[in-house]
């Protein structure tokens, strides 16, 4: 256990609809990551935040947005669906700002399926 | 073409033997490498990082670089059923996690 959570683990929806994921990053990390793994695109990652404030973003559709709250959790906010969002989505955490050498603890991810 | 290339398996090898693990990629700037497992509805693990060229050391696994082919391995020594999983190298050229390119894995089982 890695001691990330999110939640749900499983979501099911229909295109054009919202979701909210969440995540809670293991006590003391002030990073979250959000990575999309999809079958044909692999591990994708889609934005971080530290302590609050969004420090990068990767391949995050404009569809997509997220936020890092006071206490730390994050979540992950997906609209306007399309059948291509499928995916499992990821949150990681780690203790500091994110470099390379720092370890990112991932959780066990919330499997979206759009209908 | 894709900046990482890996081969997805699946790899299955009887337990006990030595199991390789390989990645290439395109662009030489890579300086930072990694490998993860991910076991089966699990989010992936850290299990390797290098900086730079060479090998490195941890248990049974052994990770190399090779930048003058652009070439990465992992070695697994007396594999293991609980070594079945996926593996994913990634790479970046900065020192920064959100620069991270992941290949797309490779399934290894290992067979009692």
């Known amino acids: 256990d890695s001691g990330v959570t999110q939640t749900p683990k499983h979501l099911i929806t229909a295109t054009g609809q919202r979701v909210t994921l969440r995540c809670s990053p293991r006590?003391?990390?002030?990073?979250v990551y959000w990575y999309q793994q999809s079958l044909d695109q692999g591990l994708q990652f889609l934005i971080q935040?530290?302590?609050?404030?969004?420090?990068a973003k990767g391949n995050i559709l404009e569809r997509f947005s997220a936020q890092q709250f006071p206490d730390l959790h994050s979540e992950l906010n997906l609209s306007s669906l399309e059948l291509g969002d499928s995916a499992l989505y990821f949150c990681?955490?780690?203790?500091?700002?994110?470099?390379?050498?720092?370890?990112?603890?991932f959780g066990p991810g919330t499997r979206l399926l759009v209908l | 073409q894709k900046e990482v290339e890996q081969d997805p398996g699946p790899l299955s090898v009887p337990e006990g033997a030595i199991v390789s693990l390989n990645c290439t990629y395109s662009?030489?700037?890579?300086?930072?490498f990694m490998w993860y497992r991910q076991y089966s509805r699990k989010g992936p693990e850290l299990l390797m990082y290098?900086?730079?060229?060479g090998n490195k050391e941890d248990g049974r696994f052994t990770a190399q670089v090779d930048k003058s082919s652009k070439y990465i391995s992992l070695f697994i020594r007396d594999s293991q059923p609980s070594d079945s999983a996926t593996y994913l190298c990634?790479?970046?050229?900065?020192?920064?996690?959100?620069?991270?390119?992941f290949g797309s894995g490779t399934r290894l089982s290992i067979r009692p």
């Open positions: 990681a955490s780690s203790v500091a700002g994110g470099g390379t050498q720092e370890t990112q603890y």
């Open positions: 006590s003391g990390d002030l990073s």
């Open positions: 935040y530290y302590n609050g404030e969004e420090r």
């Open positions: 662009n030489s700037a890579f300086q930072y």
């Open positions: 290098t900086y730079s060229s």
């Open positions: 990634a790479m970046s050229r900065y020192s920064s996690a959100s620069k991270i390119i």
